[in-house]
């Protein structure tokens, strides 16, 4: 909004500012002054004014809660960043393929020993095949030659007289008896190396797929070393960006505790002063018992000054929240311990500040029940009995664990009410017995769906066990674990879509439907849930009663509020059905959920390869864990 645009609110209240101002000046002037019911009227007024004057301090404290929440909010983003950097660099940090490396070395080595040993074999058979050939060539070739003496022979015998001739053919048939053994032994001689050939073809092949082997052990050593160095750069940048991230957290939380110690805490205590001031203002009007107005006056003022240590109190009461949760965050920060104190120290403010409410609620009751009022008084009076049995829970020993249930309760401050209460000078203007209307049940709503919302992201179970009131202990166990269940498949879809650009929740919906089964959530308004707050989801009110749309879910949750806080409400009629079959349906929630959240991890250590890998596992992971549970139903009767 541009300064021109707040120019004409911060002029009306600078206006409404010098009205009460003049009237108390005016009034002071006259002080003491005309007969006493005219001095405890105008004390009356000049007390009136005063309360209007807290006006401008108190919605300052307001505005500078704001403004602390929304650097809280800030930081929470920031703390996201903190724990999923982390979680990324642990993850790349369980890559570790030593025993891998070792293990494709040695299989490497064994291939590669195989491998020269097939080659001797193979060369030693080559050596002894060329031997035989050689020879056999050698007994080949000398008997082509003895054929070609022979023929000689002959020829000759041709051209001589019989009786040489007889001798010619005598000389051929012994040569030709020779060259047949000659022709013969080169023959076997060849067929020995025939023979040995397939043997010599089969080793070469076999140190062909040993050294295949070998290499593939070699390259997969070379990748799972570059893999390796790639996770360990992966993980130095994530932890870099966690340090850095850490670093902002405590620069955001500087900014906000300065906030808090400074511009806040002023504003409270000039609210507070205000308030104290026009509660002297109120003692003389007092005076007159008979002056209603002017109990009603004070129960404003003591009202008021309650509400501004409600206020305080709910305050520190977030910051201190913030705080612990900085400090119980894992892994954990560098400052977790520092952050472990203060949020103490805020508790202890926290706790002084309700204490100091309490004083004042009960004497703005006191004031109420003297004035004899009835109609809005009465609901005045209702509320402020809840918060001061709110307050009692504190005190009465239950500690700081009591102001969990204080996080998300009812807040009316009293500038926001009716200026005028009914009283008995008018009976009749309201009715004998009637009820007075309800307060703004809404107030504090939105604080508890952004609680409700955290717990679901970040799967606090005891926070969701404590946001939800059902018949029994398994209709409880089994809405937690539905509501647990969104964040975890948040999660594992956040982790699918960084690996494989796809969502898990799609094909989960995809296969359910093609077995004829309609999914209890919705893929396509879950990823919404990521980054949603309570302010952001769609909300019907009425009364003390809200309806209230989550991302993810196909059906809205019934909320109602007991005047403290907002809680999850499981209607009875649901606890009709058999125990056995609710706490089979807790069991089974939970089970998938485990399932999913250790999908999500082995996602981002890269344990698949596609996302149709993961629904497989998915599958296959459900049933196993699954089973034993059916099992134990069945073996029991169920």
Same mark, same amino acid.
């Given at each position: 909004m541009s300064p021109s645009a707040e120019a004409p609110e911060s002029d009306g209240k600078s206006f409404a500012q010098k009205q009460y101002n003049s009237v108390i000046s005016e009034v002071r002037d006259a002080d003491g002054r005309g007969l006493p019911g005219e001095v405890a009227a105008a004390r009356l007024l000049q007390a009136e004014s005063e309360l +209007?004057?807290?006006?401008?301090?108190?919605?300052?404290?307001?505005?500078?809660?704001?403004?602390?929440?929304?650097?809280?909010?800030?930081?929470?983003?920031?703390?996201?960043?903190?724990?999923?950097?982390?979680?990324?660099?642990?993850? /790349?940090?369980?890559?570790?393929?030593?025993?891998?490396?070792?293990?494709?070395?040695?299989?490497?080595?064994?291939?590669?020993?195989?491998s020269r040993e097939f080659a001797r074999q193979r060369d030693d058979l080559a050596a002894q095949i060329k031997d035989f050939e050689t020879r056999a060539s050698a007994q080949l070739d000398q008997a082509r030659a003895q054929d070609v003496a022979i023929a000689g022979l002959r020829d000759q015998a041709a051209t001589v007289s019989a009786t040489q001739a007889a001798?010619?053919?005598?000389?051929?048939?012994?040569?030709?008896?020779q060259t047949d053994q000659v022709r013969t032994q080169g023959s076997l001689l060849q067929m020995q190396a025939d023979q040995l050939q397939p043997r010599s073809r089969e080793a070469g092949l076999m140190v062909e797929q040993f050294e295949a082997q070998a290499r593939t052990h070699r390259d997969a050593i070379t990748d799972m070393k570059a893999r390796d160095a790639q996770k360990k750069a992966l993980a130095a940048a994530s932890r870099a960006s966690a340090? *850095?991230?850490?670093?902002?957290?405590?620069?955001?939380?500087?900014?906000?505790?300065?906030?808090?110690?400074?511009?806040?805490?002023?504003?409270?205590?000039?609210?507070?002063?205000?308030?104290?001031?026009?509660?002297?203002?109120i003692a003389a009007a007092r005076q007159d018992a008979s002056l209603s107005a002017a109990r009603v006056t004070e129960g404003k003022i003591r009202q008021g000054l309650g509400d501004a240590h409600w206020s305080r109190a709910h305050g520190l009461l977030r910051y201190e929240g913030l705080l612990r949760r900085l400090s119980l965050v894992v892994p954990a920060l560098p400052n977790a311990a520092d952050y472990e104190k203060r949020a103490n120290e805020a508790a202890q403010e926290a706790v002084e500040a309700l204490s100091n409410a309490k004083d004042a609620y009960e004497a703005a009751s006191g004031a109420y029940r003297g004035a004899k009022v009835r109609g809005e008084a009465k609901a005045m009076l209702d509320m402020l009995a809840a918060r001061l049995e709110a307050i009692a829970r504190i005190t009465d020993g239950q500690g700081l664990d009591a102001l969990a249930s204080l996080a998300a309760g009812t807040f009316?401050?009293?500038?926001?009410?009716?200026?005028?209460?009914?009283?008995?000078?008018?009976?009749?203007?309201?009715?004998? +017995?009637?009820?007075?209307?309800p307060s703004d049940a809404s107030d504090g709503l939105s604080a508890t769906l952004d609680q409700l919302l955290d717990a679901i992201r970040s799967g606090n179970q005891n926070v969701l066990n404590s946001m939800v009131n059902a018949p029994n202990q398994p209709l409880r166990s089994l809405v937690v674990s539905q509501l647990n269940g969104v964040g975890t498949l948040l999660s594992l879809d956040a982790a699918c879509m960084e690996k494989f650009q796809a969502r898990f929740s799609?094909?989960?919906?995809?296969?359910?439907? +093609?077995? +004829?089964?309609? /999914?209890?959530?919705?893929?396509?308004?879950? *990823?919404?849930?990521?980054? /949603?707050?309570?302010?952001?989801?769609?909300?019907?009110?009425?009364?003390?009663?809200?309806?209230?749309?989550?991302?993810?879910?196909?059906?809205s949750l019934d909320l109602e509020n007991d005047g403290v806080s907002w809680k999850i409400t499981v209607p009875p009629e649901a606890a009709a059905a058999p125990a056995n079959q609710i706490d089979l349906a807790a069991q089974i929630t939970a089970g998938t959920n485990e399932v999913m959240s250790a999908l999500a991890s082995q996602v981002r250590q890269g344990a698949y390869s596609s996302i149709d890998e993961v629904l497989s596992a998915f599958n296959t992971m459900v049933a196993a864990k699954l089973m034993p549970i059916m099992q134990r139903m069945q073996g029991g009767g169920g």
């Amino acid at each position: 909004m541009s300064p021109s645009a707040e120019a004409p609110e911060s002029d009306g209240k600078s206006f409404a500012q010098k009205q009460y101002n003049s009237v108390i000046s005016e009034v002071r002037d006259a002080d003491g002054r005309g007969l006493p019911g005219e001095v405890a009227a105008a004390r009356l007024l000049q007390a009136e004014s005063e309360l +209007g004057l807290t006006e401008a301090s108190f919605s300052l404290a307001a505005r500078l809660e704001r403004e602390a929440d929304n650097k809280a909010s800030v930081l929470r983003s920031v703390l996201a960043t903190w724990v999923s950097e982390n979680a990324e660099a642990d993850a /790349a940090s369980l890559y570790d393929p030593a025993e891998a490396i070792r293990t494709s070395e040695q299989k490497a080595a064994e291939f590669d020993a195989k491998s020269r040993e097939f080659a001797r074999q193979r060369d030693d058979l080559a050596a002894q095949i060329k031997d035989f050939e050689t020879r056999a060539s050698a007994q080949l070739d000398q008997a082509r030659a003895q054929d070609v003496a022979i023929a000689g022979l002959r020829d000759q015998a041709a051209t001589v007289s019989a009786t040489q001739a007889a001798r010619l053919i005598e000389q051929a048939a012994e040569r030709r008896k020779q060259t047949d053994q000659v022709r013969t032994q080169g023959s076997l001689l060849q067929m020995q190396a025939d023979q040995l050939q397939p043997r010599s073809r089969e080793a070469g092949l076999m140190v062909e797929q040993f050294e295949a082997q070998a290499r593939t052990h070699r390259d997969a050593i070379t990748d799972m070393k570059a893999r390796d160095a790639q996770k360990k750069a992966l993980a130095a940048a994530s932890r870099a960006s966690a340090r *850095a991230a850490a670093q902002e957290i405590d620069s955001q939380l500087a900014e906000i505790a300065r906030l808090r110690s400074t511009s806040l805490s002023e504003a409270y205590d000039a609210t507070i002063r205000a308030f104290q001031a026009a509660n002297s203002s109120i003692a003389a009007a007092r005076q007159d018992a008979s002056l209603s107005a002017a109990r009603v006056t004070e129960g404003k003022i003591r009202q008021g000054l309650g509400d501004a240590h409600w206020s305080r109190a709910h305050g520190l009461l977030r910051y201190e929240g913030l705080l612990r949760r900085l400090s119980l965050v894992v892994p954990a920060l560098p400052n977790a311990a520092d952050y472990e104190k203060r949020a103490n120290e805020a508790a202890q403010e926290a706790v002084e500040a309700l204490s100091n409410a309490k004083d004042a609620y009960e004497a703005a009751s006191g004031a109420y029940r003297g004035a004899k009022v009835r109609g809005e008084a009465k609901a005045m009076l209702d509320m402020l009995a809840a918060r001061l049995e709110a307050i009692a829970r504190i005190t009465d020993g239950q500690g700081l664990d009591a102001l969990a249930s204080l996080a998300a309760g009812t807040f009316k401050p009293v500038m926001d009410q009716d200026p005028s209460l009914a009283m008995d000078q008018d009976p009749g203007s309201v009715e004998p +017995g009637a009820d007075a209307e309800p307060s703004d049940a809404s107030d504090g709503l939105s604080a508890t769906l952004d609680q409700l919302l955290d717990a679901i992201r970040s799967g606090n179970q005891n926070v969701l066990n404590s946001m939800v009131n059902a018949p029994n202990q398994p209709l409880r166990s089994l809405v937690v674990s539905q509501l647990n269940g969104v964040g975890t498949l948040l999660s594992l879809d956040a982790a699918c879509m960084e690996k494989f650009q796809a969502r898990f929740s799609d094909r989960l919906v995809g296969m359910m439907r +093609g077995m +004829g089964q309609e /999914a209890s959530f919705d893929p396509a308004r879950l *990823a919404t849930l990521a980054t /949603a707050r309570g302010a952001d989801l769609q909300t019907t009110i009425s009364g003390n009663s809200a309806e209230v749309t989550v991302p993810g879910l196909l059906e809205s949750l019934d909320l109602e509020n007991d005047g403290v806080s907002w809680k999850i409400t499981v209607p009875p009629e649901a606890a009709a059905a058999p125990a056995n079959q609710i706490d089979l349906a807790a069991q089974i929630t939970a089970g998938t959920n485990e399932v999913m959240s250790a999908l999500a991890s082995q996602v981002r250590q890269g344990a698949y390869s596609s996302i149709d890998e993961v629904l497989s596992a998915f599958n296959t992971m459900v049933a196993a864990k699954l089973m034993p549970i059916m099992q134990r139903m069945q073996g029991g009767g169920g």
